[in-house]
């Protein structure tokens, strides 16, 4: 592989929300069936945040790879105000567990953006620091879940059903000891044994 890149953007939807509650909004969803889809082969992994009418994304892979995906980006009518933030060669990747990772701006981000004295999630007035620091934040959240990677998932899932079962084999061997304790007991009751 060639130079790796990391490219961060921030720009406006260019749709009216239609989620309620915790839903994703259906053009989002589509965005990001898209782009797991189109990125995992092309190795570009990342994270797409949303929120207040605003998207902020970050985008890693092959030099040329991720720049010809920020020119098609730069087209797409889902979004205006498509502002660069940040664009650099790096050694490592933050989001390599991920295709495309997703994030609602949440409580913490939120608090983030309190200590910045920012009233709402607006990341075109974000400085190169915060850059940095919703990035850190966005990666440790998807650490702190433990994701499969996608397109991993049926490994994965198996993985958390074999977790699982030995979480629950101390308790499913007392509950068979206190029933078979519990059978004797009766036929010692019943004059049987
Ligand atoms: C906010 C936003 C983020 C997007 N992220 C990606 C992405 O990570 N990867 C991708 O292939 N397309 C992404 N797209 C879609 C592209 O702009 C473009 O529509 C798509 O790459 C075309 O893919 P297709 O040739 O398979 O139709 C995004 C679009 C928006 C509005």
């Known amino acids: 592989m060639g130079d790796l890149l990391r490219l961060v953007y921030a720009s ?61 980006l730069l087209r797409d009518d889902r ?14 990747r933050m989001f390599q567990l991920w295709s495309m ?29 915060m850059v940095d620091r919703l990035l850190e934040e966005l990666r440790d959240a998807s650490e702190r879940r433990r994701p499969a990677p996608l397109g991993r998932q049926r490994s994965g899932t198996g993985a958390r059903q074999a977790g699982a079962t030995r979480e629950l084999m101390p308790g499913l061997m007392f509950a068979t000891a206190a029933g078979v304790t519990a ?8 004059g049987l044994v």
């Open 12 to 72: 406006r939807i260019n749709f009216e929300p239609s989620a309620t509650g915790d839903q994703m909004d259906p053009v989002v969803a589509d965005i990001l069936r898209q782009s797991r889809r189109n990125n995992e082969p092309r190795e570009i992994g990342g994270v797409l945040c949303c929120g207040d009418g605003y998207f902020f994304q970050c985008l890693e892979g092959e030099r040329s790879v991720v720049e010809n995906l920020y020119d098609r």
């Open 183 to 190: 059978i004797v007991i009766g036929l010692m009751l019943a």
């Open 101 to 129: 990772k997703f994030m609602n701006v949440d409580r913490r981000i939120r608090r983030m953006l309190e200590v910045d004295r920012l009233e709402a999630f607006e990341p075109h007035q974000f400085s190169d620091l």
């Open 79 to 92: 979004h205006r105000d498509v502002t660069l933030l940040s664009k650099r060669p790096v050694r490592q």
